[in-house]
Nanobody, 128 residues
């Protein structure tokens, strides 16, 4: 049974930091890309960051470049999202997801429709 379990959300003031974790199990972790997405009520789910679990190559949405970092611990099948310099507009439910990779390349990019497995989400609230 595939499971993606997020943790680490919470409430912080603007300028603060949070680290989200996503523990994966039940599938071949190294053959997938892992992504972080976020969603606020009434808006479409937005891709934030992605990592190739095989190559550790990463990509980011423009809105978070230079502030967020995605990284992984292969031994733990866990992906992290370090979020620094948080802004009120970063407030959202954050989800991790997995998409198949092909030779370590993440063709799924940050398109939610390309991701197969999803976690239940963790709430991040940034106050001004």
């Amino acid at each position: 049974q595939v499971q993606l379990v997020e943790s680490g959300g919470g409430s912080v003031q603007a300028g603060g930091s949070l680290r989200l974790s996503c523990a994966a199990s039940g599938y071949v972790y190294s053959r997938h890309c892992m992504g972080w997405f976020r969603q606020t009520p009434g808006k479409a789910r937005e891709g934030v960051a992605q990592i190739s679990t095989m190559r550790s190559s990463t990509s980011y949405a423009d809105s978070v470049k230079g502030r967020f970092t995605i990284f992984q611990d292969n031994a733990k099948n866990t992906v992290y999202l370090q979020m620094n310099s948080l802004k009120p507009e970063d407030t959202a439910m954050y989800y991790c997801a997995a998409a198949p990779s092909y030779g370590g390349t993440c063709y799924a990019a940050l398109a939610p429709s390309e991701y197969t497995y999803w976690g239940q989400g963790t709430q991040v609230t940034v106050s001004s």
